[in-house]
């Protein structure tokens, strides 16, 4: 199982960018993520493209974003030119499994990876045909719009049958946490078959090494 750790730019301190990311980087993490918010699609607006090419400058970690966003594919352009190496879109922002997986195949195209992910309360069969096609796939454990959020716990079965899913069918892709990750509930999402685990608060906290490391 791969395990990658990808800290949120959401919870960074931007006053000390370039120190924070510097020690997740010597800590151990990957990734990072880059969440997109457009007050639309989630009740909150964060970072767009200029502001990620900033992170983008200062730091050589893969650049995984998150577009939580109603028309992500008219942004898909302007992401990866200014630095993303992978790009998550959600499926309920399609119409149906024939348009999104024309978006996973337009990333590619571009040669970035391609992930897919879901609202907490959204029937996991929505996924289901795009699996063979894609890179990654975003596994919420919290309402998508908000950082600093519980965990939920349910949310593990899902991880597990997303894994057994990849396993059975010999597909590749990597299955990634987002929200309320932390040493506790990391583990139970590594043990349920998460290879990467996306931490904002828990990771740019008091202790940055210890808590990159506790989740590797």
């Known amino acids: 199982m791969t395990r ?17 990311l510097k020690r997740v980087e010597v ?15 989630v009740p909150n607006i964060s970072f767009g ?15 995984d974003v998150h577009l939580m ?17 992978a790009i998550t879109f959600h499926v309920e922002c399609f119409a149906d499994a024939t348009e999104g997986i024309a978006a996973v195949k337009e990333l590619k195209k571009r040669g970035v990876k391609a992930g897919i992910t879901l609202r907490p309360g959204t029937d996991l069969d929505t996924i289901v045909p795009y699996l063979k096609h894609v890179d990654l796939v975003l596994v919420m454990s919290v309402e998508p ?8 716990h349910e949310i593990v079965d899902r991880i ?13 892709y990597l299955i990634s946490v987002d929200g309320g990750i932390n ?14 685990l ?8 008091d202790d940055i090494e210890k808590a990159v490391a506790s989740l590797l």
């Open 4 to 20: 990658i750790v990808a800290p949120s730019v959401l919870a960074l301190d931007f006053s000390d960018m370039k120190t924070q």
């Open 27 to 41: 800590a151990g993490a990957k990734w990072l993520h880059y969440d997109v918010m457009d007050g639309v699609f």
């Open 49 to 63: 493209p200029d502001i990620m090419k900033q992170v983008d400058h200062v730091s050589d970690l893969f650049m």
């Open 69 to 85: 966003i109603v028309d992500p594919q008219k942004y898909f352009d302007a992401f990866i030119d200014k630095g993303a190496d």
């Open 145 to 152: 719009g908000f950082g600093g959020q519980s965990f939920m």
């Open 160 to 172: 597990k049958a997303i894994a057994e899913y990849r396993s059975v069918n010999g597909y590749e």
């Open 183 to 196: 040493d506790q509930t990391g583990l139970k999402c590594r043990q349920a078959g998460a290879d990467v």
């Open 198 to 205: 996306v931490a904002g608060s828990y990771v740019f906290g």
